[in-house]
């Protein structure tokens, strides 16, 4: 563990010519990814494991005094998920802490600790479309690199073009594919495709599943995300992006979800039709607790001061909707005012008593796990 933050390593802090300190900190908390993904709260087992099982296919034709044909659900694929904590620590002298960061007022820098685990988790979650084509990646944090797999229980990437169908039918694709091109750049043409794709996907008895796609998930301020928004605007006035003809768009307008943490391959894009975004479909996001700074904890023998926030979760990429490298598928929990100025108020109450050389510890501790996809319904 990092040594606690001297005032040799921020002198700054305590040099009286300098007015003012600025805490250039995260941004506000995000919860981008709830716009993408299905979130379920309450969730309270450790080990989380998912199957499911068809409807019917299509009725038959019965003639006069015949017996009635006879059908049968099939059972689809299982798989099996497990939690993974994560967590940050950030500590200071007590010097430090009396006289810079509780001096300059920057108390505020514990939510540091929590901001840390909520980037996280966008990152995690934001991962799962920047590795849609592969079977597994490595993710890379403070602790160390590990790696992740990424398959689902037919034992494919997130997006395949032959994914496994429950009945034993024909494999079905949900990488965007105009009939003779996969991995399209973003264009009118490739979105026209992504809705050709779409229609072609079948449920796990063979019928069609009815997808209308009507957003779009990309890389925030690339190209695809300039684009997008350029084609949308001719479209929102009835035009055909990239043309002077006088003839409409021929697909529907788009949502736009731009993510910052798409950052290994910023040229993918995804789409999906959010009625999907549901407890049987999609991205999901299922989680035991929600991130919560607590605290403090004052260690006896040393005077340490700790706080911790923890968030359970787990997260599954979506089944149906598809992209390929080039293009494809796809409570903000403030502290209170009152319960931050609770906080910091202790602090400095805590601080105030302790006579001995402390380390201020806060602790974030997240759970989080990331499920694979699972093409099922």
């Not at 995260?26 to 068809?54: Q, W």
Request: aromatic fraction near 10%; glycine fraction near 8%; include cysteine.
């Amino acid at each position: 563990m990092p040594n606690p933050l001297t005032l040799s390593d921020a002198a700054d802090l305590i040099d009286v010519s300098i007015q003012q300190i600025w805490l250039k900190g995260s941004e506000a908390e995000s919860r981008l990814f709830e716009k993408y993904m299905n979130v379920e709260t309450g969730v309270t087992d450790y080990y989380l494991k998912e199957s499911s099982i068809s409807g019917l296919g299509y009725a038959g034709r019965v003639v006069e005094n015949a017996a009635i044909t006879a059908q049968s659900p099939v059972q689809g694929f299982d798989k099996t998920y497990t939690q993974i904590q994560f967590g940050i620590v950030l500590s200071f002298t007590k010097p430090m802490w009396f006289f810079g960061i509780k001096k300059r007022n920057l108390e505020r820098i514990t939510n540091e600790a929590r901001n840390a685990c909520a980037d996280l988790r966008e990152l995690r979650c934001a991962e799962r479309l920047d590795n849609a084509f592969s079977s597994s990646y490595t993710a890379e944090d403070i602790s160390g690199n590990y790696s992740v797999t990424v398959t689902g229980g037919d034992g494919l990437p997130f997006c395949s073009s032959s994914h496994t169908r429950e009945d034993g039918g024909s494999n079905w694709n949900n990488i965007v594919y105009d009939g003779s091109t996969y991995n399209m750049d973003w264009e009118y043409d490739a979105l026209k495709a992504a809705h050709r794709t779409a229609a072609l996907i079948r449920n796990p008895m063979g019928k069609p599943m009815n997808i209308n796609l009507d957003t779009f998930v990309c890389a925030r301020g690339y190209a695809n995300h300039h684009r997008a928004v350029e084609m949308l605007g001719a479209m929102n006035k009835g035009w055909m992006p990239g043309t002077a003809d006088r003839d409409s768009a021929g697909v529907p307008t788009y949502n736009i979800i731009a993510l910052p943490w798409i950052m290994n391959h910023p040229s993918y894009w995804f789409m999906f039709d959010s009625r999907f975004k549901n407890e049987r479909y999609g991205l999901q996001y299922k989680e035991s607790q929600p991130i919560e700074l607590e605290g403090p904890n004052i260690v006896f023998r040393t005077g340490e001061i700790q706080y911790k926030a923890k968030h359970l979760g787990l997260v599954k990429p979506s089944l149906i909707n598809g992209g390929n490298p080039e293009m494809g598928d796809a409570q903000q929990a403030e502290i209170s005012a009152a319960a931050t100025t609770e906080r910091e108020g202790l602090l400095k109450r805590v601080s105030n008593s302790l006579n001995t050389v402390y380390n201020l510890i806060i602790k974030t501790v997240s759970w989080t796990e990331m499920l694979q996809p699972v093409p099922t319904l």
